[in-house]
Each structure stands twice: as structure tokens, then as C-alpha cells.
């Protein structure tokens, strides 16, 4: 089965500074990975996805890279604002709709990022 | 707010026990995902259902077990617990297989 790796584990930058963390994936067949960020005592929320068609994406301060042929793909946090302060996941999936009865979501360990203001 | 609802938000048994979590999916999610959260862990995956059927398993153990029922609501069972069960479980839906998951709050488990 899929199996996600995520570094670093912590990562602490000062306020202003970019952010970066990456994940690799082993299974080619993934074609979906999302990252999550989770704040203290809430659930995981969606913050950016990029699927396998694309190479980058990008949504104001944050980016997603992927690299199908390494298969690894990274957040990108720039400007980071002390409210950037969480844990975040990266996942990968399989996408193939209503055809697919075998289809799960696995997650890395996790990055706990602190923004220093 | 997701629009994943948990219940019970805390719940405080002893070993041996069963409890049974709760979650309501977003309105017109038919799949429903269960994760289970150890201290300092990432997201395990437990189990799929979309619309009533076991779509996958992961790393659920035996003594776990979960329904959806037909109005969508789905159910985890843990039996026999053991200290080591003690996490914070949640529940995710989307409203495509593997697509966007919203998850829940989560049921904070401790197991005494």
C-alpha cells in the first residue's frame, strides 16, 4: 500500500521567513495530494491539494509542488505570520470517482510548524 | 465549521469497555472516512463507507468495527479497550470517493 514520508518533523522561522516541507510518496498509481493544517483541539482543515495533471499550485502565501517522476511533493508557506503556527500533513490518495470501491486517504507524520513573531 | 459533527467531543471509560462514536457527514457527503490520532502521531486511517458499503480497510484493529446507516450517519465500535486505544478519533466525509475530505472535531477517547 501507499506509503507517506514527511520531514521535517519540526521547523520553527521567524516571522517573514518562508516555510517549506516536503513529502514523498511510494505508490505511482497516487494521483491526489492534499495538505492539512491542525490547530490546537480542532480537526485537520484543507488548506491547498494539487493533483498529478499539474506541477505547482499556487493560493496567496502557500504553493504545492509535485515532482511525479521522484514522487515528492512540498508546501510552501511564504510570509509566515505567527496565525501559520500549527501541524501540518500532507497526504496522497488514489482519485478514480464512483468507480473505485478500494480508495483511502494516507497521511505523513506530520510537521509542527511555530512562527516566531 | 466543516459540517462534520462528532459525538461525544470527550468520553472517559476503562479497560475492557465498548463505546460507540458518533459522526454525522456533511450534508449530501456519502462517504465517510475514520482516523485515529495518537499522542503526537499522525492520522491512521481506519475504515471507508460510501453510502452504507465498506469501501476500505486500513489499520483497524479486530476489536474495531463501524456501520453507516442509511441516513448516512456512520458509527465506530471499540470493544474490549486497552490503554493503548486511548487517541483522538475523527471522522472525515467527502462528497466523491477520495476527494476533498472535510473532517470532524474529533471524540477524544481516554482509556483509564
Known amino acids: 500500500g501507499e506509503n507517506v514520508e514527511q520531514h521535517p518533523s519540526t521547523l520553527s522561522v521567524q516571522e517573514g521567513d518562508s516555510a517549506v516541507i516536503k513529502c514523498t510518496y511510494s505508490d505511482s498509481a497516487s494521483n491526489y495530494f492534499p495538505w492539512y493544517k491542525q490547530e490546537l483541539g480542532k480537526g485537520p482543515q484543507l488548506i491547498i491539494d494539487i493533483r498529478s495533471n499539474v506541477g505547482e499550485k499556487k493560493d496567496q502565501r502557500i504553493a504545492v509542488t509535485l515532482n511525479k517522476t521522484a514522487k515528492h511533493f512540498s508546501l510552501h508557506i511564504t510570509e509566515t505570520q505567527p496565525e501559520d503556527s500549527a501541524v501540518y500533513f500532507c497526504a496522497a490518495s488514489i482519485l478514480m470517482g464512483l468507480t473505485d470501491n478500494n480508495n483511502d486517504m494516507r497521511f505523513g507524520a506530520g510537521t509542527r510548524l511555530t512562527v516566531k513573531p | ?112
Open chain 2, 1 to 112: 465549521d466543516s459540517g462534520v459533527t462528532q459525538t461525544p467531543k470527550h468520553l472517559i471509560t476503562a479497560t475492557g469497555q465498548r463505546v460507540t462514536l458518533r459522526c454525522s457527514p456533511r450534508s449530501g457527503d456519502l462517504s465517510v472516512y475514520w482516523y485515529q490520532q495518537s499522542l503526537d502521531q499522525g492520522l491512521q486511517f481506519l475504515i471507508h463507507y460510501y453510502n452504507g458499503e465498506e469501501r476500505a480497510k486500513g489499520n483497524i484493529l479486530e476489536r474495531f468495527s463501524a456501520q453507516q446507516f442509511p441516513d448516512l450517519h456512520s458509527e465506530l465500535n471499540l470493544s474490549s479497550l486497552e490503554l493503548g486505544d486511548s487517541a483522538l478519533y475523527f471522522c472525515a466525509s467527502s462528497s466523491l470517493l477520495g476527494d476533498e475530505q472535510f473532517f470532524g472535531p474529533g471524540t477524544r477517547l481516554t482509556v483509564l
